[in-house]
Each structure stands twice: as C-alpha cells, then as structure tokens.
C-alpha cells in the first residue's frame, strides 16, 4: 500500500507559479512512476506530467510543455510538479498518483489532491 499526500496549491494570478509536492509513504519504491493528474468540473482526468522511478523518463501533455516541469527527489519520497506561466486554463484540482512501471498507463495509488485557482 502507497499513500500520496499533494501539497501547494492555492490561488495566484494568471503568469504566477507554484510547486505541487507530493510526499509518497508506505511501500513507496523507486520503480514506481508518478504522474499528476488535474480534474475540473464535468470533465476527465488529464495526465498533464509523468516521471519514471529513476527519474529518467518523463511525459508532459501538449498543454503544459515548456511551463510544467516534474521532477522527484527519492531520497525524500518526493514528486514535485513546478508549474510556470499559469493560465486561468490550468485552474483544476490536481492529483498525484503512482504505479508500477512506466509513466504512461493506468495508475494504481492516488491522492485526495489540492486545489489550483489561476485568476486572470
């Protein structure tokens, strides 16, 4: 079993930045991927960013290349997710979850999330 706590959401004006953390506890391992997830109101979850256990591999959705950057500290458990150039557009909740194996696919843990507001 894997718990993921998010942290560092909040409310910023649109050009702002902030950094998500997610701290992982439990059965945590470096061969896990972890990925962020953001979810608004009537629509999917969308994989915005995904890491690979090492650290190696990484995915970005179209919408957020060049302004989101994953990134993960193992020695602390610790994914974060350093969001750039926020538009009103990325205001969701954002989620981080992890699996077994590479970044994209069906993902196993999952957090409760933290809430990202961008005001234009």
């Known amino acids: 079993q894997v718990q993921l706590v998010e942290s560092g959401g909040g409310l910023v004006q649109a050009g702002d930045s902030l950094r998500l953390s997610c701290a992982a506890s439990?059965?945590?391992?470096?061969?896990?991927?972890t990925g962020w997830f953001r979810q608004t109101p009537g629509k999917e979850r969308e994989l915005v960013a995904g890491?690979?256990?090492?650290?190696?591999?990484?995915y970005y959705a179209d919408s957020v290349r060049g302004r989101f950057t994953i990134s993960r500290d193992n020695a602390k458990n610790t994914v974060y997710l350093q969001m750039n150039s926020l538009k009103p557009e990325d205001t969701a909740r954002y989620y981080c979850?992890?699996?077994?194996?590479?970044?994209?696919?069906?993902?196993?843990?999952w957090g409760q999330g933290t809430q990202v507001t961008v005001d234009s």
């Open positions: 439990g059965r945590a391992s470096s061969y896990y991927s």
């Open positions: 890491i690979s256990g090492n650290g190696i591999i990484t």
């Open positions: 979850a992890t699996k077994y194996g590479p970044p994209r696919g069906e993902y196993t843990y």
